[in-house]
């Protein structure tokens, strides 16, 4: 292969992209769920992977079957588990929980195709929920955003916790 | 074998009254009770460790907790499965920090003991500083647990050198089991991996909703249900034709439908998978079973293993503390069903049953809060009220255990906390009552026994 390293992303959309993962952040904080679904492309693939604790030196093969995730969600998932938080009925988050995101470490980089990018970022999690209990989650993400149009959209996100054991009793917070 | 802790005995039965249907909160929250739980139910019950599909292999490890003690499950060479503390004879560090793998040594890492996977002690860093008669060998292994058993494919393990036969553990209860383990020929594996979540709860409040809560489903999974089923609210229950079934602690509450859970797992395919197969499912397992697998219906086996049959998420709940349990769950499939039904399998598990599914993500809250409003010092001395249905009990002519008929019961959750006291009450595992008398005492493999009428 011939592959020669990509130039960076021109200025502008490094600034547009790292300001879209902000506003996507303060949507999900102000409960703006259908404004974060139009974020997403509609081949959106969403995943949070499964982790196990293994010694360094094992060898052993990851699982031939099942998921090796916590979840992988398509569009039609965000949007079902999105009609759920809407429905009225959830009563574990009537009266609204307070959750704030706070996204860092954001690196733009470029792709093989014009209109994508990947990027890293970190998402701190604060969640004080109804009955008064604060957890703060941390997670790694590695999105790929695509330009359509004037806007950036969500095209996929891995999502990678940083708990070996999730320190929650539900997830029903977007990552 | 006895492990007992010194200067306690408090009368457990003042803690409910099971004829009336009441419990007393304290059970949900207090110290010195759950310490007695780790001694009188942990340490002297079959314990579920693993499913052998995890450890196919010699040398294939995990690790999980026995009550609070941390163990090793472990392949040997010979095919056999041991248990052993997962802690050093020497300083009692842990041996092994990885949750699963293959290896052929645990090492210590304070001082290098090290141990094969039998837990046999094999040497030390700088072992000269040993003078012979310092150490014995071979009575510094890694403690074995007293028992190991294997029922289709669940192992379980027991401290307790005087417990029944696992076989005899289970009972009557078989003949449930064999729904999930035996519905076809081949048995059944775990796949994926385990999640972990912590809860702050009492262990207890997750055994109790899937041994006989069918009840909450329609109102806690309100949403879930909607956003899955367009909208629509949880179905009515068919009261007369839906039951509890109880067995020494162990319990199932299920629908003689066939497809409520099925359905609530959403992929049609995998309800198409068992249409196929429930002709055969009845050849093996009798007409009765193969009406009752698929339906809504969920089961706890005592003390702190539960499932769905149908939706198949399995997951045991780990006590860590009066108020905390850690929740460790896996996917449960037939082995000999294709791998794109299995794929289907694990993603209907995981939106629905997963962290981040439709229903799983509406208990872990209620049981939380159960757990710390339990624990207000007025507040913990006023009665639960656990009487629902407590005039229905039946006698019936197949299902064994103790049957009360209709799905919205807590019939199951009362055999279960009838069991924890006489655990709790009793010193002797023979002068503890079983209930009920077994049935199916005599028999060997309940699978080819479509029920009671048959004997």
Known sequence: MLDRPLAPPPVEVIVAVTQALHREARLLDNEDLDGWLAMLGKDVSYRLELKSRRFRADRSPPFPLGPGVIFNEDLGRLKMRVDRLKSGFVWAEDPPNYIRRAVSNVEVLATRADNEVRVHSVLGMHRNRIDGTTRLLTAGRTDLWRSEGSAWLLAAREIVLDHSVLPDSNLNAFF | ?455
């Open chain 2, 1 to 455: 074998m006895r492990f007992e802790r010194i200067g306690r005995e408090p009368d457990y039965s003042r803690y409910m009254d099971l004829k009336e249907g009441w419990l007393d909160r304290r059970i949900f929250s207090d110290a010195d009770i759950y310490e007695e739980e780790l001694y009188r139910i942990f340490a002297r019950s079959w314990l579920f460790v693993a499913h052998e599909s995890q450890i196919p292999n010699s040398g294939d490890f995990l690790t999980t907790h026995m009550g609070e003690d941390a163990v090793i499950v472990a392949r040997q060479p010979d095919g056999s499965i041991r248990v052993m503390l997962n802690s050093c004879p020497h300083r009692g560090n842990k041996v092994c920090f990885a949750d699963a793998g293959n290896t052929r040594r645990f090492v210590c890492n304070y001082h290098g003991w090290a141990f094969d996977t039998a837990g046999d002690l094999k040497g030390m860093h700088e072992e000269y500083c040993y003078d012979a008669g310092d150490i014995d060998f071979k009575n510094h292994g890694l403690k074995n647990v007293a028992k190991v058993g294997n029922y289709k494919g669940l192992v379980f393990a027991t401290f307790n050198s005087d417990a029944p036969s696992l076989e005899a553990w289970l009972g009557d209860f078989r003949w449930y089991l064999d729904m999930i383990l035996d519905n076809e020929e081949g048995g059944t594996e775990f796949i994926g991996g385990c999640i972990k979540s912590v809860i702050s709860a009492n262990w207890k409040f997750g055994v109790e909703n899937f041994i006989g809560d069918a009840y909450h489903a329609g109102w806690t999974h309100d949403s879930g249900t909607r956003s899955m089923n367009n909208g629509q609210p949880f179905p009515p229950i068919d009261m007369d034709n839906s039951y509890h079934a109880s067995v020494n602690g162990h319990g199932w509450e299920f629908g003689t439908e066939g497809v409520g859970d099925l359905f609530l797992l959403g992929r049609p395919k995998v309800m198409d998978y068992y249409n196929k197969i429930r002709p055969k499912m009845a050849e093996r397992l009798g007409e009765m079973r193969s009406k009752i697998f698929g339906s809504v219906a969920s089961a706890s086996i005592f003390p702190n293993v539960s499932f769905l049959p149908g939706i198949s998420t399995f997951r045991q709940w780990q006590p860590k503390g009066p108020m905390q349990f850690e929740l460790k769950t896996w996917v449960i499939v037939n082995k000999n069903m294709p791998d794109d039904i299995k794929e289907e399998v694990t993603k209907g598990v995981m939106q629905t049953f997963g962290p981040g599914g439709t229903f799983e993500m509406d208990d872990g809250e209620n049981w939380e809060n159960c757990t710390t409003v339990n624990r207000g010092v007025v507040t913990r001395h006023e009665r639960l009220h656990y009487r629902c249905g407590i005039g229905r009990q039946i006698e019936h002519d197949t299902l064994p255990g103790i049957v009360y008929r209709g799905q919205y019961n807590d019939a199951n959750q009362r055999g279960f906390y009838q069991r924890w006291l006489d655990m709790m009450t009793h010193d002797e595992f023979g002068k503890m009552p079983a209930r009920p008398e077994p049935q199916l005492g005599n028999v060997g493999e309940t699978r080819d026994l479509p029920g009671l009428f048959a004997l």
